[in-house]
């Protein structure tokens, strides 16, 4: 081809490249032998699998054994983690400038020397690192410093990389995790060692490691595979999610012994542990046990929404009924009556508490389990996702020595994380925060937190009273639901206390008339209210499989004035990374109404909410709905989600 000619119809390599692109290769390798091209496009490139890799590497070979050698122009990563990882430099030629060649090998250096060769640490961090290592004998260097803060676990994986020669691959990250790898070794050898099988080639395994230390880690692989074994390092979390991903898979498609809930061998104790992993593993927030007249329905709520795991024969689910009664502390014979109750889980990576409640229905008792993840710590306030103006609405409300700062929203919208995210921001030595909490969710250090318990006479207002003699600046009420909590609450901010506490209406205006409704008088309300976020959680997309959409004209029009942009936007697909619902995680919207002083003189007035809206809304509040359809303009999350969590104002 002459220099100066556009290159025409560059032929493109397959976004996803994996068994069911096969013809499509086919048809590739086709055209670009009768055409002569000696160039191909591989920037649409978002993952491969091991057949995927298998099929490219044929037609490259085969193309060089009847001429030149073909080069993948515009390698994204999936590409280039697979050369790395195989180090198939001779075979996958990307153009000269593009740099992906592993470090030079400094086999012998101490992991010091390499972190600040690679310029992520000073000499002078790292030898008080050092020190701090010397004087705890159990930890190792490279854990003070990740856990000091001084370098990133992904610094620390690159570090080791290099110090072992070995190539860095995030086998999720970087798009080469072949979920459907079969590689027989038993989950529980690969978590306790940190190995992530992610692609294989002929006879070779690629895995990542996150201590390329462990000279077992590869062992384990070669006796349980038969197949020689290629090592590259990862992150801890890196290794972990991977493995989440699989595990996910390998459940989803019904097989695999470790996650098989259906073999009738296994003992309550055992399927009980299976049913608590595997919810953690697909991020549920409650499991679900329900008895029906042939049946016992076993349900995870993930991302908001229920869905079946599994029906257990009814003796298994009563039998593990019977097991998370014991556990969690219930009277096994009582069966008449509601019970709750709490279980503690811990394993070598996992610590959960298990709200355990159970009712009884006509077909016997149903238990439900809410999971509180105890090693999840409080957001940073800022990583929340609050728009800019927002977080600094809130900042200043926090910063006030005295008044209310509401978190509103219907259960299930992430009201609490917002609350603790806030405590966490303003926790200091020399401030006393005090919380009143129904369950107490999280621990946040530096706070004393305290738990009502109804059982006991140990009410909201009661706990409340005590805890205001206790000389507290700053107090969080898990929920104001009555007047007796909301009449403390004013009061409290009244004297000279920051009050934060939840409540239960649909938007941030919405805040002043209920605590209005409850009894409170409005110039009290006037008086003490700073602030209210309304929030919203939104499903998001998933990253995988999200395709672009071109909204109908009439959809833009009409939400235009929300902020909707022009052009593309995203709708959910569905792939085996998402158990095909096209979503993955959630997010929050906000709305966050600061109180000014012309809402003041109207909350005052005892005003109709729609009043207040549109005044908040006119002294510049943002609405939920147009917080939400910036998330999808963004890319981040699709129309209808915007609407369903925003509503339509
Ligand atoms: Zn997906």
């Not at 197949?227 to 019904?254: C, K, W």
């Amino acid at each position: 081809m002459h220099p100066s000619e556009q290159p025409v119809n560059l032929l493109r390599l397959p976004a996803v490249l994996n068994r069911t692109r096969s013809e499509d290769l086919g048809e590739l390798w086709l055209a670009a032998n009768e055409q002569g091209v000696r160039e191909i496009d591989g920037s649409d490139v978002s993952t491969l699998d091991s057949s995927g890799l298998a099929l490219l590497l044929d037609g490259l070979r085969r193309a060089r054994s009847i001429g030149e050698a073909i080069t993948i122009m515009a390698p994204t990563a999936p590409l280039m983690a697979a050369r790395r990882a195989f180090n198939l430099y001779d075979l996958l030629m990307f153009p000269a400038d593009i740099e992906d060649v592993i470090l030079e090998a400094e086999l012998g250096m101490r992991l010091g020397e390499v972190l600040m060769d690679l310029g992520y640490l000073t000499e002078e961090t790292l030898e008080k690192a050092v020190q701090q290592a010397e004087e705890r004998p159990d930890t190792y260097l490279g854990q003070v410093l990740v856990e000091e803060g001084l370098v990133t676990e992904e610094q620390l994986a690159r570090a080791l990389a290099m110090q072992h020669g070995l190539p860095y691959v995030d086998p999720l990250g970087e798009g080469v995790l072949d979920v459907s790898l079969e590689c027989e070794v038993p989950f529980a050898e690969l978590r306790v060692h940190g190995i992530l099988p992610y692609l294989r080639l002929g006879d070779t395994i690629a895995v990542s490691l996150k201590d390329p230390a462990d000279v077992y880690a590869a062992d384990v692989v070669r006796k349980y595979t038969g197949l020689s074994v290629i090592t590259t390092v990862a992150t801890p979390a890196a290794i972990n999610a991977g493995l989440d991903q699989i595990q996910r898979a390998v459940a989803a498609s019904g097989g695999g012994g470790e996650t098989g809930l259906h073999e009738e061998s296994v003992g309550a104790e055992e399927r009980f542990n299976e049913i608590v992993i595997n919810a953690i593993i697909e991020g549920a927030s409650d499991i679900h046990i329900e008895p029906f007249p042939d049946h016992v329905l076993l349900r995870y709520r993930v991302d908001g929404r229920l869905h079946e795991v599994t029906r257990l024969a009814k003796d298994i689910g009563h039998s593990l009924c019977a097991r998370i009664k014991v556990a969690a502390g219930c009277d096994i014979s009582e069966k008449r009556l509601p019970q709750d109750g709490r279980i503690h889980y811990q394993d070598r990576t996992r610590d959960v508490d298990l709200r355990v409640n159970t009712l009884p229905t006509v077909n016997g008792e149903k238990v439900v389990m809410r999971i509180l993840d105890r090693t999840t710590k409080a957001l940073a306030l800022d990583l929340l996702g609050l728009q800019d103006r927002d977080m600094e609405q809130l900042d200043e409300a926090i910063r006030m020595p005295h008044g209310m700062v509401l978190v509103t929203g219907p259960t299930g919208s992430g009201k609490t994380t917002t609350l603790y995210s806030v405590l966490d921001e303003i926790v200091n030595p020399e401030t006393n925060v005090s919380t009143v909490e129904n369950p107490v969710e999280r621990a946040v250090k530096g706070v004393n937190q305290t738990q009502i318990n109804q059982k006991a006479g140990l009410s909201f207002d009661l706990c409340l009273r005590a805890l205001l003699r206790q000389d507290p600046d700053v107090i969080m009420i898990g929920e104001i639901r009555d007047m007796e909590t909301a009449e403390i609450a004013v009061e409290a901010s009244l004297t000279g206390h920051l009050v934060l506490a939840t409540l239960h209406t649909n938007d941030a205006p919405g805040a002043a008339s209920r605590l209005i409704q409850m009894g409170v008088e409005p110039f009290l309300v006037s008086a003490t209210l700073r602030a209210v976020v309304a929030q919203r959680l939104v499903r998001k997309l998933c990253e995988q499989c999200k395709k672009p959409v071109d909204l109908p004209q009439a959809t833009h029009d009409k939400y235009r004035s929300f902020g909707l942009q022009d052009g593309q936007s995203y709708s959910a697909a569905g792939c085996p990374s998402c158990r095909q619902t096209g979503y993955d995680g959630r997010r929050g919207i906000f709305e966050v109404m600061t109180v000014t002083q012309n809402l003041q003189d109207l909350i005052a007035s005892n005003p109709a909410t729609a009043d207040l809206r549109r005044l908040a809304l006119e002294e510049g509040m943002g609405s939920l709905l147009e917080d939400g359809i910036d998330r999808v303009n963004r890319g981040i999350t699709t129309l209808e989600e915007a609407i369903r969590a925003g509503g339509t104002s």
